[in-house]
């Protein structure tokens, strides 16, 4: 079978967004490791700038990741009913909610250092501050690494109904 021949438009279609699920999860996981690597009591502009950013990048990264996977559900996976009757899917839904939900904390904040950062100003972070921020993105991170494991169990059929 040439590579013309097995690369339908829909074989096409479903492997690109596969992809971009994929590609979109490793750059959310990328980016909280940077900021957990970043997070410091009182940085300076460079770090400050750079957690901003990443935060951003971590955001567009996240939306990303969600409207691929509405889209593998709908319409790129393996049908809808193959992941909304598997409560392993509805525990992945859970953990990137809740992760997502978490990320609010860190993301106001870093929002919060914006408005010093565009007068020419350094944020105040204090070490208690830097320190809840690194609690929380290790909780997130944590969350983040059990995601790949159900999604493997999934794709082995641990979860699905006995037919």
Not at 21 to 37: D, K, N, P, Q, T
Not at 108 to 129: H, N
Request: with cysteine.
């Amino acid at each position: 079978m040439t590579l013309a021949v097995a690369l339908t438009t829909d074989v096409a279609k479903n492997a690109g967004v596969a992809y971009v699920h994929y590609l979109s999860f490793m750059i959310c996981f990328g980016a909280l490791v940077l900021e957990r690597r970043l997070i410091k009591a009182n940085p300076d502009r460079g770090e400050a700038t750079a957690m901003v950013i990443t935060d951003i990048v971590y955001g567009i990264a996240a939306l990303a990741l969600l409207v691929s996977g509405i889209l593998r559900v709908i319409h790129f996976g393996q049908g809808s009913a193959f992941y909304t009757e598997n409560p392993l899917f509805w525990w992945k839904v859970g953990i990137y909610l809740s992760v997502g939900a978490l990320s609010l904390y860190p993301t106001i904040t870093y929002i919060l250092w914006a408005i010093p950062l565009r007068k020419g100003e350094l944020p105040k972070v204090s070490e208690a501050l830097a320190g809840r921020l690194s609690w929380i993105i290790n909780i997130e991170l944590l969350g983040f690494a059990s995601i790949p494991m159900l999604a493997t169990l999934m794709a082995r059929g641990v979860g699905l109904p006995v037919s």
